[in-house]
């Protein structure tokens, strides 16, 4: 029952978004990268937001991917927090992966889609 209960309280967080906004396409035409503007939170310098990448073609059978990011405004950095990688477009289809260990901080390069992400994270 405690699996089943903790199960619930991970995938609950995935029933709260939807407002997908278009941010950019990714550069090499493999898919766009949306952000859900409702979820955005900001604690100091650092916000988090649900993000979307939707592939145009599948990779592994992977076609759209959602994860929590966090984004360090001042220091230019980013991490994911959670991530689930779904069989169809726009985060349906079969749940085919979840990872739920937060990555270590990396620097968010100039003229990526995640520096497109991450100045639409900490403008709103």
Known sequence: MKKIVSALLVFAPLCAYGDWVK??????GTGDIYVDPTTISKTGDVRQAWELLDRSTPDQGVLSVTAVLEFDCKDK????????????HMAKGDILGIGAVPDAWQNVASGTVDEVAMNYVCSN
């Open 23 to 28: 941010v950019t396409s990714a550069l090499n």
């Open 77 to 88: 950095k980013l991490r994911h927090n959670q991530t689930t990688a779904y069989s169809g």
